[in-house]
């Protein structure tokens, strides 16, 4: 798995060289902001459940298709794929948080999956919708501290630039 300590090693490796200075910069910001990525960590571990469903209303929201009323169909199931595939991206971002790197969503969140859902005709605007809705409803100092939050966001983003 992948983090800005592994990265920075295995680039340095790789160029038969011992890390730079700006290599070890690169680490230690990291490491400063660590407190903020675990305080966000902890605070989206505490609440998935009510974010993924907030995000998964707005999605719903957006792309009414989404919404039929009736037997169960493939409409039915792309509903509850939807929402599950919601709260994996969320506890990806959440297991990137701890670890400090974008490592957990490249290797299971997004290396394969564009690929999926294109082979299976699955659109992906409404996981992009459901990211963009919780990036935007996230504020500080309500849901966490600022810096918390600009760590939070941040792999939002990634997620939704991988999926758009």
């Known amino acids: 798995m992948k983090s800005v300590v ?3 090693v295995s680039a340095a490796d790789a ?5 730079s200075t700006s290599d070890l ?15 966000a960590a902890e ?9 993924a469903k907030e995000g998964y209303d707005a999605c719903i929201k957006k792309y009414p298709y989404l ?12 509903k509850e794929k939807c929402l599950r595939d919601i709260k994996h991206y969320l506890r990806l971002i959440n297991y990137c948080l701890i670890v400090g790197g974008t490592g957990p969503l490249d290797e299971w969140g997004i290396a394969g999956q ?11 605007a409404p996981y992009v ?7 935007d409803r996230a504020c ?5 501290s600022a810096q918390a939050l600009v760590e939070f966001r941040a792999l939002l983003d990634y997620v939704i630039n991988s999926l758009s």
């Open 140 to 144: 500080a100092p309500r849901d966490m």
């Open 43 to 51: 605070k989206l571990a505490a609440g998935i459940d009510a974010v």
């Open 114 to 124: 564009r690929e999926v859902y294109r082979a299976l005709s699955l659109p992906t």
């Open 67 to 78: 919404n039929d009323a009736g037997e169960a169909n493939s409409t039915d199931v792309f």
């Open 6 to 8: 592994t990265t920075v």
């Open 15 to 19: 160029a038969g060289r011992f890390p």
């Open 25 to 39: 910069e690169s680490v230690q910001g990291s490491l400063q902001r660590a407190a903020a990525r675990l305080e």
């Open 129 to 135: 919708e459901a990211m963009r809705f919780t990036r």
